[in-house]
């Protein structure tokens, strides 16, 4: 019967995807919402999202991970309320589905309409000074790497949040807190403070020939009702440091590196992470390409060790940071990759993505995106080469529509071969948004 569903609801997507590009038809509900905004005089607003997307994986077996088709669905609706120049309030509920998945899908995939975001923001819009923000948002720091939304999963990842700033024409210091949400199915996503992350995050701007720096001290704690089921409680300190701008030739680079103390349970953290990337646009065939290379690694636990080395990747969001397959997270692993993207019109854009993964310690565990050992070899005798992983999709907006596909292909290395045999992940997908703020 579940296969049979598929079937018929899969032309009826891809309907879906192909009707309003070829109809080309104004937009009506976006030509309603800046109508709002006019009469109001620019104070409120609606936002909207509705995403469609069949996936199939297989190949599968690291840990939990099965072969499966998914047919996804996720709706936003929301609005934004701008009564003066120093007060925000915003709101937005989501509702995420997997309607296909046979057994009860996961709370990754499913949460009926919750809400995702309601915050209050005072002096937001002023260019200087001090400002706050309080209730629970999106929110993103270091391209992601350090906290941020997971926005390519169905029940994307918010944060119930509190944070406090001072801004100048060139800083920006931020003192934080913020608590990602328990997906509770069928039930209201109440804000449960076990996880938190708090400390500081500034950013200086522009300081000298387009250099700007980011600075950053932040406590990740974590008890039982947060999630955390060893012995003690988790609590990491991370100092980090971001140094990115142009170079000539077109050009552009960023650096970045972590180091961690704290504990993790009854054990003494030290562990550390870098980032090194560079991107260049340039023109092929008289289109747009952007080039771009990086090179990643986060360290692991040595055999023997006395203290815990394997990094703690706090909340980052990882989808593209280790290939399209969200098959790796930010420990104990160190990736090379490339990305290409070429712009065949205004609209359609084609992009080849590359990645090889290699452990940082043989002995220490590989892990899946959200930070789970998926395979070890505690004697690190199966080698370190992970594998690698190639990708290609394409993406097409025109107004509010936007449509790709993608096809990704991940070539076993030796470690995976010898810790988890006949593991040969492929993921194919097709989706169709639409979306106006």
Not at 136 to 161: C, H, K, L, M
Not at 188 to 208: C, M
Not at 413 to 429: A, C, E, Q
Request: with cysteine; hydrophobic share 35%.
């Amino acid at each position: 019967m579940i296969d049979k569903a598929r079937r018929v609801f899969l032309p009826v997507l891809v309907a879906a995807v192909v009707g309003p590009w070829v109809a080309r038809a104004q937009d009506p509900l976006q030509g309603l919402n800046n109508q709002v905004r006019e009469k109001t005089g620019g104070m409120f607003g609606f936002t909207f999202e509705e995403r469609t997307r069949w996936e199939e994986k297989s190949g599968v077996s690291f840990g939990k991970a099965v072969n499966q088709q998914d047919m996804l669905s996720r709706l936003r609706i929301g609005a934004r309320f701008d009564p003066t120049d120093w007060l925000t309030i915003s709101a937005m509920g989501q509702d995420a589905r997997a309607p296909f998945y046979g057994a009860k899908a996961p709370n990754s995939m499913r949460d009926p309409m919750d809400l995702e975001e309601a915050y209050v923001e005072f002096l937001g819009r002023q260019k200087t000074g001090f400002g706050a923000t309080f209730g629970r948002q999106f929110v993103s720091y270091g391209e992601t790497r350090v906290i941020g939304p997971t926005q390519w999963g169905n029940a994307a990842r918010t944060f119930d949040t509190a944070r406090m700033y001072y801004r100048t024409s060139k800083a920006r210091f931020e003192i934080l807190m913020v608590s990602p949400v328990k997906v509770v199915l069928d039930q209201f996503n109440n804000p449960e403070l076990g996880e938190r992350i708090w400390g500081t995050y500034n950013v200086f701007s522009n300081i000298g020939r387009g250099v700007s720096v980011d600075a950053y001290a932040l406590r990740h704690s974590q008890n039982k009702i947060g999630g955390w089921t060893g012995t003690g409680t988790l609590g990491t300190d991370t100092f980090g440091g971001r140094l990115y701008g142009p170079l000539p030739d077109k050009f552009a680079y960023s650096l970045e590196g972590m180091g961690q103390t704290g504990h993790l349970g009854l054990l003494t953290q030290r562990a550390y992470a870098w980032f090194a990337g560079a991107s260049r646009g340039l023109n092929a065939l008289k289109r747009p390409l952007n080039l771009s290379a990086e090179f990643k690694g986060a360290s692991g636990t040595r055999l023997g060790a006395i203290h815990n080395g394997t990094y703690d990747q706090l909340m980052s969001a990882n989808h593209d940071k280790f290939g399209q397959q969200d098959l790796f997270g930010w420990r104990n692993l160190k990736t090379f990759k490339t990305l290409e993207t070429l712009s065949l019109s205004k609209a359609l854009a084609v992009n080849l993505m590359y990645s090889n993964h290699w452990l940082f310690s043989p002995s220490d565990s590989l892990y899946n995106s959200s930070g789970s050992s998926i395979a070890v070899s505690k004697k690190g005798t199966a080698g370190t080469h992970v594998g690698q992983e190639l990708d290609s999709y394409l993406t097409c907006k025109r107004g509010a529509h936007l449509i790709g596909a993608g096809y990704g292909h991940f070539f076993a290395g030796d470690f995976v071969v010898h810790t988890t045999p006949h593991v040969n992940p492929r993921y194919l997908y097709l989706f169709q948004q639409y979306s106006f703020k």
